[in-house]
């Protein structure tokens, strides 16, 4: 099972430099979200899709855009890159915005920004 | 913003001891989840509570909701190198939004 798969792992830009993060679910799921997880702050929701069509912010949406592209897909786009991006982005999915449902998480995009 | 405070940020121990982990908020939340997530991966789900003073048994963890549901509890009992992770509360609220703890870290040795 593949659950939820991000690409890339790895990547490295310079300050400026625009790129997209991908992520894919297989399950379903109506909700999927984008969250940066950095060293003792836990992981921050940037943006969120509770379903195909739409989208919202979430606590850090600064500086990013995301794109929910069907009920599978829902990139997330740095425009122009900034070393305060740094960070590891995890992507979720879950079946739907109510209740207590668990999120499911991919194993993330290191980004580094020189 | 919804705050959720972990403490302790950082632990140590050897196998066999127990520990409790904090998770501390001002507000309050419809449920709470505690996710675990090792190093390279995403968090996993470990529980979901529900009502105030609930309390849930995983094996050997023990996870508790505060009356107020404003905080949350984990103790685990004679930790094994397997519980070596990075523990996550999350705080259910307004929008079903996640808002997830600072985290501890949890380092079991034999």
């Known amino acids: 099972n593949a659950g939820v798969t991000q690409t890339p792992k790895f990547q490295v830009l310079k300050t400026g430099q625009s790129m997209t993060l991908q992520c894919a679910q297989d399950?379903?799921?109506?909700?999927m979200y984008w969250y940066r997880q950095d060293p003792g702050m836990g992981l921050r929701l940037i943006y969120y899709s509770a379903s195909e069509g739409t989208t919202d912010k979430g606590e850090v949406p600064n500086g990013y855009n995301v794109s929910r592209l069907n009920k599978r897909e829902f990139s997330l786009r740095l425009e122009s890159a900034a070393p305060s991006q740094t960070s590891v982005y995890f992507c979720a999915s879950r079946t739907g915005t109510g209740g207590s449902q668990p999120q499911h998480f991919g194993d993330g995009t290191r980004l580094s920004i020189l | 913003t919804q705050l959720l405070e972990q403490s302790p940020q950082f632990l140590s121990i050897q196998e066999g001891e127990n520990l409790t982990v904090y998770c501390n908020s001002s507000s309050v939340f419809s449920s709470l989840q505690w996710y675990r997530q090792e190093p390279g991966e995403g968090p996993v789900l470990l529980v979901t509570?529900?009502?105030?003073?609930e309390v849930k048994k995983l094996k050997r963890l023990t996870f508790q909701f505060g009356d107020a549901r404003k905080d949350s509890s984990l103790h685990i009992t004679a930790a094994q190198p397997g519980d070596t992770g990075l523990y996550l509360c999350a705080g259910i609220g307004t929008a079903s939004k996640l808002t997830f703890g600072t985290g501890t870290r949890l380092q079991v040795t034999l």
């Open positions: 399950m379903n799921h109506n909700s």
């Open positions: 509570v529900v009502t105030g003073g």
